[in-house]
């Protein structure tokens, strides 16, 4: 449950485009908040509300011990939601194999195999489909 | 820092394929219940029901059996059909789940399948309109929690 919900709020921290512009800007570096929020037009307030959505996903973390208080990108809550995408990403991965199979094509979209020269008896293998 | 997740590109996925088959062939495969049941899910996944109603708003209805013998109930909207080249769906109940494209184009040697699955939000308008999905704007992610984590109890 907990895993779903932070997942969740990651993509909700993610769906707007001054967020996802602000941790780009952390992927450099930990950053104070004013800096940060002197590359956008909008309020100080507007700009520590997307922080504020940040923090609560997680992504972005405060130090508390320095004078100027920088924040920091925490690329691990990204992760469940890379998960999310890569079973996606594999289920249709997988299913695409299947059609062309299902379209009487093995592999179309791979680069020719290299031919097999050690000459493997594999009497298992179906006739290719080559009638005149 | 480590990150193997581009925060820009983390709700979108995008995949191509080349098939020899022509556009018609693919559209038919990707639509007519019959032979979606035949690939859908992949090598060891089984779909026992499979029913469509390919026109926009229509419902696709869906049970998939995977590996382990497990069931699930799915039921996807079509929000685009433009045969032989546009088909996207969306789960019908959760406006918030992914928008799924298949795009179709002929190549010289067969065609191109680009398939895209975009998790929508208001900083995506132009994304979310060119899938024809303005609707979903208005809705916020509330009900994404049903979807993520859990993707095999999607209904």
Redesign the interface.
Known sequence: MA???Q??Q???A????TR?HI??RL?DGPLPAGQLARAYRMSPAAVSKHLKVLEDAGLIRQERHSQWRPRW?D?AP?????A??D???R?????????????G?TA??QPPAVPDTTGSDDSEMPEEGDRQ | MTSDCDPVDARSIRMERVFAASAQDLWSALTDPARVALWYGGDGFANPHCEMDVRVGGIWSHVMRTPDGTEHSLRFRFTRVEPPHILAWQDAADSSGPLNLVRLEETPGGTLLRFEALFPSSGDREAAEEFGFAFILEQGFARMAGVLGEPENVR
């Open positions: 895993a779903r919900d997942v969740s990651v993509f909700h993610l769906s707007d485009p996802r941790l780009e992927a990108l690329a990204l992760e469940p939601a890379a999310w995408f079973a996606y990403r289920f249709w991965d997988r299913s695409f194999d299947s059609l062309a199979a299902h379209l094509e179309a979209w």
